[in-house]
């Protein structure tokens, strides 16, 4: 089981690899205009609560490929309550843990669900100020290999969830999720080929006009209102088309 930690600061975005919701609204019939989709139940400004913007406590919210979805920790954000929530392939489980939370400490906790009669558990590990979030261990019935991004969403910048798919012209399929700051002007990426474990990350800048560029400094798609879409050709020569819309 592997992980990605992505920490969105400002003016800069961190990559480290470590072996480590929201409901999707499907807006039938309004596929052909990008800008229509809303996600209902996603927040449009941040859930962080400002006193815990450099602590462990607070909101800490993910993607996941294995095989797609988003979760969310709240780590006692405005009272002692320490959740978590994970939506994989549509399914919803709620998770907590017993764990309580202390000042100037690393906070780390196994947060226990169920998933069809059988337990979930996600260890969850983050440093006293709120930086270096991971999990480091996941036991998902049905999902052996999931992998994870996880960001710490403060008070002034709102993290965004997108989960989608990609095509290539070589017949290549796979899911492609992103998670994103418009505030901060940064994303990042994971995608995994159908039927493979291996996964591939990218990570950019995204402009006041939704224009997502790669680190390289090419565009790979745009953002317009929740929906996410773009083509670019891949090194090697395949043209690469991905879609993906805000569940988070």
Not at 153 to 182: D, R
Not at 187 to 205: H, K, L, P, V, Y
Not at 216 to 229: A, D, K
Request: proline share 4%; with cysteine.
């Amino acid at each position: 089981m592997k992980n990605i930690i992505l920490k969105l600061t400002t003016g800069c975005l961190f990559l480290t690899l470590v072996f480590a919701a929201c409901k999707k609204d499907d807006n039938k019939g309004k596929d052909n205009d990008p800008g229509s989709y809303k996600c209902q139940t996603c927040p449009d400004t941040p859930e962080a609560a400002a006193e815990n913007d450099n602590k462990s406590k607070g909101i800490y919210k993910g993607i996941v490929i294995g095989s797609s979805g988003t979760i969310k920790f709240n780590i006692a954000n405005n009272n002692s309550d320490i959740t978590a929530t994970l939506v994989i392939d549509g399914n919803t489980i709620v998770l907590t843990s017993t764990i309580t939370w202390a000042d100037n400490e690393p906070y780390v906790a196994p947060f226990v669900g169920e998933y069809n009669g059988q337990p979930v558990v996600i260890h969850f590990k983050v440093e006293n100020d709120g930086t270096q979030p991971v999990i480091t261990a996941a036991e998902i019935p049905g999902h052996p290999n999931a992998v994870f991004t996880i960001v710490k969403e403060t008070s002034n910048a709102l993290i965004e969830g997108y989960e989608g798919t990609y095509s290539k012209s070589n017949s290549e399929k796979g899911t492609f999720n992103i998670i994103l700051s418009k505030t901060l002007g940064k994303w990042g990426g994971i995608a995994r080929q159908d039927g493979s474990t291996e996964i591939d990350n990218i990570s950019g800048e995204i402009d006041a006009n939704g224009h997502m560029t790669e680190k390289n400094g090419y565009e790979v798609g745009t953002l317009i209102g929740e929906t996410i879409s773009g083509t670019f050709t891949e090194k090697g020569g395949a043209t690469v088309t991905i879609e993906a819309k805000r569940t988070m």
